[in-house]
């Protein structure tokens, strides 16, 4: 199958209220023709009406949705040329696969309807099961056959509602390098819609992160979980610790001095927002390192726990004021702590960023696991 030529998708100022309930705030959004994009949040911010109104199945309060230049705000659903791959499969089990994955093209009249349902089956690696019926195949090879005939119709955007989340972890994260791939070869559209930021950060080119109806932060992978704007996306997309602290100065080698309950610490100037002087000190757990480095970033306490997970083993080591830090460290042959141990932790300035501490410091930290 060739790559396909879209517009870009574009939300401009587009919004959806539930009588007193705001469910998605005015949002300007734009869409890259032949990217994955993903849109990550917890339960009910947004992100599954966001995806429902691009999609025709629900009517946005205002704004418009565009693709390319043309305005399909007012199109009824069926004359879109979206097409959506739900969490439930949908398929039609009185039918072979195959036939599954024609049926629409067959209801328009398509004379080549076999020969792309079968070209279709192949980019999804299961040319093989075609005469089979839907019950004979695994969970995963149901999603693959969803996904085969939602792009045999070539839509100008492929939407992706949860289409992961019935799978268990190990066919889930197949499935994420299998989509990944499945997208750069068709060249389509992907919006994919999830509250597993895993999930959203191995697949997508973009990341909007959603909270409370508005998109918190946009960004790429790698940007929004280096550099992230809000405690809430600090949180949402992995582990950070967060150290309350002030800034002092400013150092000539691009380095800001701060104070962090009596301990002074530097983190780089171009991290801490313009003009904030009392921060929350960020620093992803896998930053940190046990033992002194040498460098000015260190503070002593007290392993609480030790968990192995294999590739890493991660610790809880308690501040002298109370607060648990997280470090995660490689197991790499390089000797573990074990609980009750007072240890060092130290981090280089780079690793290191800054948020304005005006912010809740636990926003979006126990909503990773949430679904919706």
């Known amino acids: ?89 949908a398929l039609f089990p009185h039918m072979s696969v195959v036939d599954n994955v024609s049926f629409g093209l067959k209801r328009r009249g398509d004379k080549n309807a076999d020969r792309k349902a079968k070209e279709a089956l192949e980019l999804v690696q299961l040319g093989e099961v075609a005469r089979k019926r839907p019950s004979q195949l695994s969970g995963g090879m149901q999603q693959r056959v969803a996904l085969a005939r939602a792009i045999v119709n070539r839509p100008d955007v492929l939407l992706l509602d949860e289409p992961l989340g019935a799978l268990d972890l190990k066919l889930r994260r197949q499935m994420q390098i299998e989509l990944k791939r499945i997208q750069s070869e068709v060249g389509l559209t992907f919006i994919h819609v999830t509250h597993d930021q895993e999930e959203a950060m191995t697949m997508a080119d973009t990341i909007a992160v959603m909270n409370s109806g508005r998109v918190e932060q946009l960004g790429d992978p790698a940007t929004l979980y280096e550099h992230p704007r809000s405690t809430f996306v600090a949180n949402f997309l992995g582990q950070s610790n967060l150290l309350r602290a002030t800034v002092d100065r400013g150092e000539g080698n691009g380095v800001v001095e701060v104070t962090s309950h009596g301990h002074r610490l530097e983190v780089r100037r171009d991290h801490v927002p313009a003009g904030v002087r009392d921060i929350w000190l960020g620093v992803r757990p896998e930053k940190l390192r046990l033992g002194d480095s040498g460098g000015p970033n260190r503070l002593s306490g007290q392993v609480t726990d030790v968990s192995f997970t294999g590739v890493a083993t991660q610790y809880l080591v308690r501040m002298p004021w109370g607060r648990e830090l997280v470090v995660v460290q490689q197991n790499d042959g390089s000797g573990r702590a074990r609980a009750g141990e007072t240890v060092t932790i130290s981090w280089a300035a780079e690793h290191g960023f800054a948020l304005d501490a005006s912010q809740d410091a636990d926003a979006g930290a126990q909503l990773e696991d949430d679904h919706g």
């Open 1 to 89: 199958m060739a790559g396909h030529e879209s517009g870009d998708l574009r939300l401009a100022g587009i919004s959806k209220q539930f009588e007193a309930f705001t469910a998605v705030h005015p949002l300007d959004l734009t869409v890259p023709a032949g990217s994955f994009f993903a849109l990550l949040g917890p339960s009910g911010c947004g992100k599954t009406t966001t995806l429902r109104m691009v999609a025709g199945l629900e009517e946005p309060t205002g704004g418009r949705i565009l693709i390319g230049d043309k305005d399909i705000t007012d199109t009824r659903a069926y004359q879109r040329n979206v097409n959506t791959v739900f969490q439930s499969y």
